[in-house]
């Protein structure tokens, strides 16, 4: 059985291993294959994983050995979902694997919008505080979090764990979702309509899917809803905000400050106006990438495929 990785390397950049697969076929692993490769490359392939490689109707319909398609993340839309199913290929993906590290950037980029670690620290090593008159100084302002109020755009298994760590901080949670699971536990906590979030929010923090009804959720429109004083985080996806909505807003002080893991294009342009505006932190897209967390996601993957093999697949999202 053959079995082919079309873009392994950000899953497996060196520090872990592919034996796991190995011994299930012939694994032949490509770091990056470009879109008009994947035919060529899959071709003979009983199975097929795939990160951000997409996989196109095209692909599915002359790909006549494959039975088998496992997504190495959560988000699946770079699979023409609808065609496998026509074609009776399983496609799988891998949930829960990250949740941990999201939840731990997520806060790492709240932190340093309150703090502002780096800066701070740049400020010293440049000399500042070694000229300074006084004991101490800060560059910007430092924000407290307790007491403030965050909201949480997509309230599933990240948004509660988000929701868990702002408890531990003090801060008051309000939630959206598509369902409102109970959460009677929680004392600090009420649900609301998205611009009632963002309009009663010191911290909006998005954890939802990309869908057709959530592309463009953040805009112009909804970002002049927020708290002038409010900070707005994205470690879900890129193209939930408009980018440039979201650099004129910033650079306008209609709202403070922005962390986002995520852009709407990636690797992104030379030209985003993101990169220029005030107050905007952005990380490449690493929030999943912890080593802890792409050791899950491939335990996880041998278990998918480990699954179907046997008769019983698992974690299917074209059912």
């Not at 520090?15 to 490359?41: C, F, H, M, N, Q």
């Not at 990250?98 to 309150?114: H, R």
């Not at 502002?116 to 500042?128: E, T, W, Y």
């Not at 002080?253 to 932190?281: H, Q, R, W, Y």
Request: aromatic share 6%; net charge neutral; charged share 20%.
């Amino acid at each position: 059985m053959k079995i082919v990785i079309l873009d392994g390397y950000t899953l497996n950049p060196g520090d872990l291993d592919w034996d796991g697969l190995k011994k299930l076929g012939d694994l032949v692993v490509y770091d990056r294959t470009p879109a008009d490769k994947v035919i060529e490359r899959a071709a003979g392939a009983e199975i097929v994983f795939t990160n951000k490689t997409p996989v196109s109707e095209e692909a599915i319909n002359q790909l006549s050995s494959l039975k088998f398609i496992g997504v190495l993340a959560t988000g699946y839309n770079i699979v023409h979902t609808e065609a496998a199913k026509t074609k009776g290929i399983v496609v799988a993906n891998v949930p829960g694997y990250g949740t941990t590290s999201v939840v731990q950037m997520t806060f790492a980029l709240l932190l340093e919008l309150c703090q502002h670690v780096q800066r701070h620290s740049d400020a010293v090593m440049d000399g500042k505080w070694t000229r300074s008159a006084d004991f101490c100084f800060w560059d910007y302002p430092l924000v407290e979090l307790t007491g403030k109020t965050i909201g949480i755009i997509g309230f599933g298994h990240i948004g509660q764990q988000v929701g868990d760590v702002a408890t531990a901080f003090g801060m008051n949670i309000i939630g959206n979702s598509r369902t409102r699971t109970d959460q009677s536990h929680r004392k600090n906590f009420t649900w609301a309509t998205v611009s009632e979030l963002l309009r009663q929010s010191d911290v909006v923090s998005i954890h939802c899917p990309l869908f057709p009804e959530t592309k463009g959720l953040i805009n112009k429109e909804s970002l002049s809803l927020m708290k002038k004083s409010a900070f707005l985080l994205n470690t879900s996806r890129g193209p939930i905000i408009v980018d440039g909505d979201l650099a004129a807003a910033l650079n306008n002080d209609v709202i403070a400050g922005a962390g986002i893991d995520v852009l709407s294009v990636e690797p992104p342009p030379a030209g985003n106006p993101l990169f220029t505006a005030k107050n905007c932190i952005i990380t490449p897209h690493i929030a999943w990438a912890t080593r802890e967390a792409r050791a899950r996601l491939m335990e996880i993957t041998i278990s998918n495929l480990s699954a179907f093999l046997a008769g019983t697949p698992v974690n299917v999202v074209n059912k």
